[in-house]
């Protein structure tokens, strides 16, 4: 009986046991991509002009148990949520020719992306730094953290997608709220 027990035991951790869990942050392609609310756009012309992954840990986004969450392209994915940092409709990117310069220069660092589970809880938090110069020089720099809790149903990859994407959005609204408040009077 107890040789029975074990063997069904080693057979349950076993079925525990996998390869990482890969996190489709970015599958446009088949309509995955959960929306971000879009932040209200500051009131003067914000340029994101750099966005680099400062990360100490580049190859995973935790750990359920003994297996990893993995995914590629994260910087391009903050760069992507990062273009709805913008006034008079620009879309965040570098400043292009012929348009007139930014009131607000914006370099972002990746600080930290993760997520994990407690018990039935998923947490997913994307903390930025944020480096604002203004046009008359002055440099402003703040660090925030977008979170995101739900219920656990089955670990999957687009459970945590869309976790970290509500994350992302909640620090580029924050983002946002603070280049308005940066702004130049008019």
């Not at 220069?105 to 990746?110: A, L, S, W």
Request: net charge neutral; charged share 20%; aromatic share 4%.
């Amino acid at each position: 009986m107890n040789a029975r027990a074990g063997v069904v035991a080693l057979g349950l951790l076993a079925g525990c046991a996998g390869g990482p869990i890969v996190i489709p942050l970015r599958d446009e392609t088949a309509g995955a991509r959960p929306p971000v609310t879009r932040p209200p756009s500051p009131p003067c012309r914000v340029t994101v002009a750099a966005v680099e992954d400062e990360r100490a840990n580049r190859d995973t986004l935790g750990a359920i148990g003994n297996r990893p969450l993995q995914a590629d392209d994260v910087r391009e994915w903050i760069v992507h949520g990062m273009r709805d940092v913008g006034g008079a409709g620009d879309g965040g990117g570098p400043a292009e020719a012929g348009r007139p310069p930014a009131d607000i220069v914006t370099r972002i660092g990746i600080e930290r992306v993760y997520a994990r589970t407690v018990v039935t809880q998923m947490e997913a938090v994307v903390a930025l730094r944020a480096a604002f110069t203004a046009a008359d020089g002055s440099l402003t720099e703040r660090r925030y953290r977008g979170t995101g809790t739900r219920v656990n149903w089955v670990n999957a990859g687009m459970e945590f997608a869309v976790l970290l994407n509500e994350a992302l959005g909640s620090a580029v609204t924050q983002i946002a709220a603070d280049a308005g408040r940066l702004c130049p009077p008019r």
